[in-house]
């Protein structure tokens, strides 16, 4: 009896689970929602320290498992995590830097069945301390907006460019001599770029 009733709950407790995570990952007009990342390398230009590799880890949510033609897919969350380099923190120790803040604008191109369609990410950087030495990371967070596709068959997002403003502040909240600048980050060649990939039908 107690074997029979640790299945019942053990089986009740599976199907439970089952039920509340298709009403989490459900969406109008789409398969169940998805995620998918990648880490790519950027050079990105700083001020006083010249150009400088810059790792960024990419993490897409609520990605359609399909879609169908003409109906609207849901927006995507994006969350991009940027290790920034030892020699870029130097350069933010020497004009004072405290904390550093900002935006950022990730372009992705969608080809729906050989259709390119460009889509844009904007994203918020969270304000973070800069230590004193060393590497660290920033984390953007944001996403696309929803995208109605027109054509049936394979289609496949990939990852591109991105560029951010960023603003340094000493431990006081005013701007340092930097002000506010942006940096233009772009590719590193000889890197897969594709993201994900999905059937509209």
């Keep these: 009896m107690r ?3 640790s299945r019942k709950l053990v089986q009740g407790l599976a199907v439970g689970a089952a039920v509340a995570t ?8 789409v398969g169940h929602a998805a995620s998918a990342q990648l880490t790519l390398v950027y050079n990105c230009p700083f001020p006083l320290i010249g150009s400088q590799d810059m790792s ?10 399909s879609g169908t033609v003409g109906v609207p897919m849901p ?17 933010l120790a020497l004009v004072g830097a405290k904390t550093v803040e900002g935006t950022a604008v990730a372009s992705t191109s969608v080809d729906n069945a050989g259709t390119v369609v460009p889509v844009t990410a904007n994203l918020t ?10 590497a660290f990371n920033t984390v953007a967070t944001g996403g696309t907006p929803p995208l ?21 502040k ?3 909240g005013s701007t340092t001599g930097l002000g506010t600048f942006t940096s233009a980050c772009t590719l590193k060649p000889g890197q897969v770029t594709k993201l994900y990939e999905f059937t509209v039908s």
């Design 125 to 134: 950087v969270a304000k973070t301390p800069v230590p004193s030495s060393g």
């Design 22 to 29: 298709t009403a989490v990952l459900g969406g109008a007009g």
């Design 148 to 168: 109605t596709l027109t054509k049936a068959g394979k289609t496949t997002i990939t990852v591109g460019n991105f560029s951010t403003t960023l603003t340094p």
């Design 75 to 91: 927006a995507t969350t994006v969350t991009a995590t940027a290790t920034v380099p030892a020699t870029a923190t130097l350069g």
């Design 170 to 172: 000493k431990a006081d």
């Design 56 to 65: 960024v880890k990419i993490v897409v949510g609520n990605l359609p498992a």
């Design 3 to 5: 074997i029979s009733l």
